[in-house]
C-alpha cells in the first residue's frame, strides 16, 4: 500500500463514533512522503477540519515559525495526527478514538519512513512511547525506537493558550535543532562516526531518557 492509497481507504471513514459526531472531513497528513522528519500532534481543530490539513490554524502558523527556527520547512517535513477526525468542541479524543486510528499512523509512519518524530504533547507522546508520561518530564530528549527516534515537544496549541509555555515552546525547538544538527554531522563525518561532543546527544542522553522513563 502506498501512502496515497491508505490516504483513500479512509475517505468519509466510519470506523469510529467521530463520523457521526460533526467532523466535516478527515484529516489524513501533509508535506513530504519522503520525509526524515516528521510531525505528530493530537487531531484535528476547527480550521484543519474544514481545510482537510493538519496545522493551518493559529497553532499551525505557530508551527511554521518554529520549523523556520529550527532550519526546517513544511515542504521538508511530514505532518500527521494521531486521530484524523475533529472530536466535538475540540474535546480531548477517548481511548475508542486512538485505538482505532492508531493503526493508520503507524502504517503512515512505515510509508514515510522518517528518521525523527517530533510527537507534539501528550497525546502524540504517549500514543507513540506507548507509556503514560507527561510532556513536561520528556519533552526535548530523544528516545530510541526500533525504527525511528521520538523527539517530544510540547503542543503549539498549549503555548497559544497558556502564554508561560511559548519560550518553553522555543527551547524545545532549539534542542531539536541541536540534535539535528549533530545527527547530520555525524552522518557526514569521513568515519561515519559522531565527534566527542556528539554522543551526549545521540547516544548518552538517549540512553539515559530511556533508563529515566522506562526504569530500564
Keep these: 500500500m502506498t501512502l496515497e492509497e491508505l490516504s483513500a481507504s479512509l475517505y468519509n471513514c466510519q470506523r469510529c463514533k467521530l463520523a457521526k459526531l460533526g467532523r466535516t472531513q478527515v484529516v489524513f497528513g501533509v508535506g513530504n512522503p519522503h ?44 505532518i500527521a495526527n494521531v486521530i484524523k477526525c475533529r472530536p466535538p468542541n475540540n474535546r480531548d479524543p477517548e481511548p475508542d478514538e486512538v485505538d482505532t486510528c492508531k493503526p493508520f499512523l503507524l502504517q503512515q509512519i512505515e510509508l514515510i519512513k522518517p528518521k525523527v518524530v517530533c510527537t507534539l504533547g501528550n497525546w502524540a507522546t504517549q500514543t507513540l512511547l506507548e507509556k503514560k508520561v507527561g510532556i513536561t518530564k520528556v519533552r526535548g530528549k530523544a528516545f530510541n525506537l526500533k525504527d525511528f527516534v521520538i523527539f517530544p515537544l510540547l503542543h503549539p496549541a498549549a503555548a497559544l ?31 561515519g562516526l559522531p565527534s566527542e561532543s556528539q554522543p551526549t546527544l545521540q547516544g548518552q542522553q538517549v540512553q539515559q531518557t530511556q533508563m529515566d522513563l522506562f526504569g530500564s
Design 35 to 78: 520525509a526524515e522528519i516528521m510531525f505528530v500532534g493530537e487531531g484535528p481543530g476547527y480550521y484543519e477540519d474544514q481545510q482537510g490539513e493538519p496545522f493551518v490554524g493559529a497553532a499551525g502558523k505557530l508551527l511554521n515559525e518554529l520549523l523556520q527556527s529550527a532550519g526546517l520547512s513544511r515542504s521538508q517535513v511530514y
Design 161 to 191: 493558550h497558556q502564554g508561560n509555555l511559548q519560550e518553553p515552546l522555543r527551547e524545545d525547538f532549539r534542542k531539536l535543532k541541536a540534535f539535528l544538527d549533530a545527527r547530520s554531522t555525524a552522518e557526514t563525518s569521513p568515519s
